[in-house]
Nanobody, 123 residues
Framework: QVQLVESGEGLVQPGGSLRLSCAAT????????MGWYRQAPGKQRELVAT???????SYADSVKGRFTISRDNAKNTVYLQMNSLKSEDTAVHYC?????????????????WGQGTQVTVSS
């Protein structure tokens, strides 16, 4: 079983910064794409940023230039550095990972989610 353990939740003022971490634990073979999604009250869950196993990244337009996603493959951990935070960034942030349980072909990827971590931006 795979678990994604998130940390870094908090309350910050507008313009502040926060760093989220998510570590994959348990039994798996490889980790492919990792990422962060978020869900604000009354809204659908939306993509924030993803990072492939190659290091290639993608971002939602709303966070480009402010957020940076990175990963440490040796620690099976993905990070989200959030700068210049705005009130509209307030949401529960969820970590996401695609993992394989065995090597060989075909490559079968399984999706896992973290439990969610609250980010609140308020003065």
């Amino acid at each position: 079983q795979v678990q994604l353990v998130e940390s870094g939740e908090g309350l910050v003022q507008p313009g502040g910064s926060l760093r989220l971490s998510c570590a994959a634990t348990g039994t798996f073979f490889s980790i492919y794409t990792m990422g962060w999604y978020r869900q604000a009250p009354g809204k659908q869950r939306e993509l924030v940023a993803t990072i492939a196993e190659t290091g290639s990244t993608s971002y939602a337009d709303s966070v480009k230039g402010r957020f940076t996603i990175s990963r440490d493959n040796a620690k099976n951990t993905v990070y989200l550095q959030m700068n210049s935070l705005k009130s509209e960034d307030t949401a529960v942030h969820y970590c996401y990972a695609q993992v394989t349980r065995a090597g060989g072909l075909p490559v079968i990827k399984y999706a896992y989610w973290g439990q969610g971590t609250q980010v609140t931006v308020s003065s």
